[in-house]
């Protein structure tokens, strides 16, 4: 499973401005609805029952929050890259500006993990971290995004 798979070009939210984690989930909620067709409000309220289990923010600036809906057909992901960080409760307690949201179908056991895996592997690279807080447009996060690994665990320059 490869980001494109997860991700397409109108799920990418380049310079969002946000001063809390509430308000980007809603946000990010909005962005879902429209790719999926799903309310606004159950995905909403499906990330933040995650997020009442434990934190989504993985550190270094990283957050991948994620849930699992009922009538929804495929894995899908939403990109947000904030201009300035914001508090997440993250488990390194760094504030947060990278933000990949994964919603999944209620039967995708394996493909939601392998997804989650997927996103989790990018964003462990620190010259795609890099690249991507560099990036100014919707257009080149996706790129980056997309980028075929070159190896183990690296984005090709």
Same mark, same amino acid.
């Given at each position: 499973m490869q980001i494109p798979d997860l991700l397409s070009p109108e799920g990418v939210l380049p310079s969002l401005k946000f001063k809390d984690k509430k308000h980007l989930l809603q946000h990010l909620s909005e962005r879902a609805a429209q790719i999926t067709h799903l309310p606004q409000q159950r995905i909403l309220e499906t990330l933040t029952e995650r997020e009442r289990l434990g934190t989504t923010g993985v550190g270094q600036g990283i957050a991948i929050p994620h849930g699992r809906l009922t009538d929804l057909k495929k894995?899908? &992901?939403?990109f947000a890259k904030l201009e300035t960080p914001i508090e997440y409760d993250a488990v390194?307690?760094?504030?947060v500006d990278l933000i990949f949201m994964l919603l999944a179908p209620e039967g995708a &056991?394996?493909?939601?993990?392998k997804a989650l895996a997927r996103v989790s592997r990018l964003l462990r690279n620190q010259a795609a971290c890099d690249k991507l807080r560099k990036a100014t447009t919707g257009e080149e996060l996706y790129a980056i995004l997309t980028e075929p690994p070159t190896g183990a665990n690296s984005v090709a320059a």
């Open positions: 894995i899908t &992901g939403v390194d307690g760094q504030p &056991g394996a493909d939601h993990l």
